[in-house]
Every structure is written in C-alpha cells, then in structure tokens.
C-alpha cells in the first residue's frame, strides 16, 4: 500500500524554499505558537481543545496526546484521530513533504483505540486503522491495517 498524497511540482528553488506561496507565514506562525504550547500542556483536555478550536484537527474524545507530540504546522487540519486512542511522547505527525522539484500534502488518519509508542513519525497520506498498536520509533510511511502490530524501521507487520 503507497501512501495517498497529492502531488504539487515546483520550479526554480526547492519547495521549502518557496513555502509561503502554498501557504500563509500568518497560518504557519499561529499554527507554530498553538503547537508549541499544546506540546507542554499537561492537561488533555486542553490541548485536545486548541487542536480543535484553533488548527481545525478532528481529535475523538477521550483521545490522549502526549508530551512532545509535534503536529504538522503548515496543514494541521489534514489530521484526524479517532476516540480512544492514544499518540505516545515526542511523536511527529506530518501531512506535509516539502522536497526538491515539489511538495506533496496528504490526510493522516488514525482511527479509534490506537496506540502509537513513543518517538514515532507518522508520514503524509496513511491510514492507521483502528485497535492498531504502533511500536516506539517506528516511521509509518504506508497504511496500517485494523487490528494490526507494527514496530520497526522500516516499519513491518508483527501481527
């Protein structure tokens, strides 16, 4: 399974380089300060409340995000996690790649009771299904089906 992203081609000087011809420095900077004081927040419910109210996330309830956890700052609104899952300390989620001749932008879905370990990173354009487990410092750069275990990198099934 390859990962669903949409793919944008660039001219010129690389695509990050150009960053703010695909989106607003004013997004990116208010998106930056709401992630960084959600990062330290020790209360769940609150920061599940700014990746709501202020970045346009779909967070489930009684859904808990660690520590750390950095959520992509320029299309935090591609993210969505389902109810009851739980995102481990220190993990990235991006639905952003900024490379050289393009940038490519995709969804990130994870579904209800997930458990993703510690120090991940969650590529673009994945599913994560529900009742998923992802082991500590995996990189999941391809869907994840329901129900399965996954750990490694590069990221394997282990059940």
Same mark, same amino acid.
Request: aromatic share 10%; charged share 20%; with cysteine.
């Given at each position: 399974?390859?990962?669903?992203?949409?793919?944008?081609?660039?001219?010129?000087?690389?695509?990050?380089?150009?960053?703010?011809?695909?989106?607003?420095?004013?997004?990116?900077?208010?998106?930056?300060?709401?992630?960084?004081?959600?990062?330290?927040?020790?209360?769940?419910?609150?920061?599940?409340?700014?990746?709501?109210?202020?970045?346009?996330?779909?967070?489930?309830?009684?859904?808990?995000?660690?520590?750390?956890?950095?959520?992509? @700052?320029?299309?935090?609104? !591609?993210?969505?996690? +389902? $109810? *009851?899952?739980? &995102?481990?300390?220190?993990? %990235? #989620?991006?639905?952003?790649?900024?490379?050289?001749?393009?940038?490519?932008?995709?969804? @990130?879905?994870?579904?209800? !009771?997930?458990?993703? +370990? $510690? *120090?991940?990173? &969650?590529?673009?354009?994945? %599913? #994560?299904?529900?009742?998923?487990?992802?082991?500590?410092?995996?990189?999941?750069?391809?869907?994840?089906?329901?129900?399965?275990?996954?750990? +490694?990198?590069?990221?394997?099934?282990?059940?």
């Amino acid at each position: 399974m390859s990962r669903k992203t949409e793919r944008f081609p660039v001219s010129g000087s690389n695509s990050l380089w150009q960053l703010y011809r695909t989106v607003s420095f004013w997004k990116v900077a208010k998106t930056f300060a709401v992630a960084q004081i959600a990062r330290f927040t020790p209360s769940l419910r609150m920061k599940n409340w700014l990746y709501r109210v202020f970045l346009k996330m779909e967070i489930g309830s009684q859904t808990a995000i660690a520590l750390m956890v950095m959520v992509d @700052v320029m299309f935090p609104e !591609r993210i969505k996690i +389902g $109810a *009851n899952s739980i &995102i481990g300390y220190n993990t %990235t #989620i991006l639905a952003h790649e900024y490379l050289i001749e393009e940038y490519r932008l995709g969804h @990130v879905v994870i579904g209800d !009771r997930v458990m993703v +370990g $510690a *120090n991940c990173t &969650i590529l673009p354009g994945v %599913t #994560i299904g529900d009742g998923a487990i992802v082991g500590a410092g995996t990189v999941v750069h391809k869907d994840v089906p329901p129900g399965a275990f996954v750990a +490694g990198n590069p990221m394997k099934q282990i059940r």
